[in-house]
C-alpha cells in the first residue's frame, strides 16, 4: 500500500527552488548543468532523471546543480558529494565495486550463456544433417 502512496509523498506544497526549473544565463554552464542532471536519477521516481522529472526533489536536486555550476563548481565535484549524500543509486553510471559488481557482470554472463546456447543449437543442427 505504501508503494503505491510513493508518488504522493514525492511532491509538496512548497513552490519549487530558485533554479529548478529556470535556466542559467550562461549556455555554457547550463549546457554542463543539463548533461551532469540527465546522469543523476531521481530519488523518488522510477526510471527518470532529474532533467525528465517533476518531482519536488528533483527540482530541488536540479536547482542544487545549477547552483554549484553557476558558482564554478566542476560537474564532476558536484556528482561526487551526491554520491557521497545519496549513495552509488543517485548516479546511473554505478562504479564498479563488490555491491555493484552483479549489475555490470550480469550482462557479460548473459550475453556468453545465449552465445553458449546458440553455438550448442547450430551444432546439433549440422550434426542432424539439417541443411
Request: aromatic share 6%.
Amino acid at each position: 500500500m505504501l508503494v503505491l502512496a510513493a508518488p504522493a509523498f514525492a511532491d509538496s506544497n512548497l513552490p519549487p527552488a530558485a533554479l529548478a526549473n529556470t535556466q542559467l544565463r550562461d549556455p555554457d554552464k547550463e549546457a554542463q548543468a543539463k548533461a551532469l542532471m540527465e546522469t543523476l536519477r531521481c530519488l523518488v521516481c522510477q526510471g527518470q532523471s532529474i532533467a525528465d522529472s517533476d518531482a519536488d526533489m528533483a527540482g530541488d536536486m536540479r536547482a542544487l546543480v545549477r547552483q554549484r555550476i553557476q558558482a564554478g563548481e566542476p560537474p564532476e565535484r558536484i556528482r561526487a558529494w551526491l554520491v557521497q549524500r545519496y549513495g552509488d543509486y543517485v548516479t546511473y553510471d554505478p562504479p564498479l565495486g563488490w555491491l555493484t559488481a552483479p549489475l555490470w557482470l550480469a550482462p557479460l554472463v548473459l550475453l556468453g550463456t545465449g552465445l553458449l546456447i546458440a553455438r550448442r543449437s547450430f551444432r546439433r543442427r549440422n550434426a542432424g544433417g539439417e541443411p
